[in-house]
Antibody, heavy 116, light 107 residues
Framework: QVQLVQSGSELKKPGASVKVSCKAS????????MNWVRQAPGQGLEWMGW????????TYAQGFTGRFVFSLDTSVSTAYLQISSLTAEDTAVYYC?????????WGQGTLVTVSS | EIVLTQSPGTLSLSPGERATLSCRAS???????LAWYQQKRGQAPRLFIY???SRATGIPDRFSGSGSGTDFTLTISRLEPEDFAVYYC????????FGQGTKVEIK
């Protein structure tokens, strides 16, 4: 069965970096793109962008350029989201979601908390 | 950039009642790229409707989606206790956009 399993919660200090992983199983990793979505506490869903799992080419949504990096390790069917220079405003749950014809499977989410 | 506006923000209903949720797009969107999600507290969003009107795997038939162009609707024919949650509409394709959500709460 299809699964997207994300890494565990993170507590980081302002200015630090974090790398969130999303490990896929139950399907051929390179046949679906991987999208990333942010949800701040008590807020709605915000699309961050996506990465082409065939070419590794990332596309970032407005507001998610510069400090945000999408990457892959296709040998282990895993997508990564790295965020640098963290601030309190980055505190959120981050989701990965696969997409081909429809965005049907999502990871369970990773809570990133930024606090001194 | 497509902006999706959902209404109402909160819907207070009793079990057994009918729920009608609206999603309006700032410009015409392909109905083949319109989805609805349910999200419960502490859980990931779950795809309920895609292509504006197709139910995802395992979704009961009391949930139905309709609409085209700029106006889309999610209808829950008879609310069950497990249906009280937040619902988001989404446009997907080369870019994604989400509505701000409608909370369906118990009256």
């Amino acid at each position: 069965q299809v699964q997207l399993v994300q890494s565990g919660s993170e507590l980081k200090k302002p200015g630090a970096s974090v790398k969130v992983s999303c490990k896929a199983s139950g399907y051929t990793f390179t046949t679906y793109s991987m999208n990333w979505v942010r949800q701040a506490p008590g807020q709605g869903l915000e699309w961050m962008g996506w990465i082409n799992t065939n070419t590794g080419n990332p596309t970032y949504a407005q507001g998610f350029t510069g400090r945000f990096v999408f990457s892959l390790d296709t040998s282990v069917s895993t997508a990564y989201l790295q965020i640098s220079s963290l601030t309190a405003e980055d505190t959120a749950v981050y989701y990965c979601a696969r997409y081909d014809l429809k965005p049907d499977y999502w990871g369970q989410g990773t809570l990133v908390t930024v606090s001194s | 950039e497509i902006v999706l506006t959902q209404s109402p923000g909160t819907l207070s209903l009793s079990p057994g009642e009918r729920a009608t949720l609206s999603c309006r797009a700032s410009q015409s969107v392909s109905s083949s790229k319109l989805a609805w999600y349910q999200q419960k507290r502490g859980q990931a969003p779950r795809l309920f409707i895609y292509g504006a009107s197709s139910r995802a795997t395992g979704i009961p038939d009391r949930f139905s989606g309709s609409g085209s162009g700029t106006d889309f609707t999610l209808t829950i024919s008879r609310l069950e206790p497990e249906d009280f949650a937040v619902y988001y509409c989404q446009h997907y394709g080369s870019t994604w956009a989400f509505g701000q959500g409608t909370k369906v709460e118990i009256k």
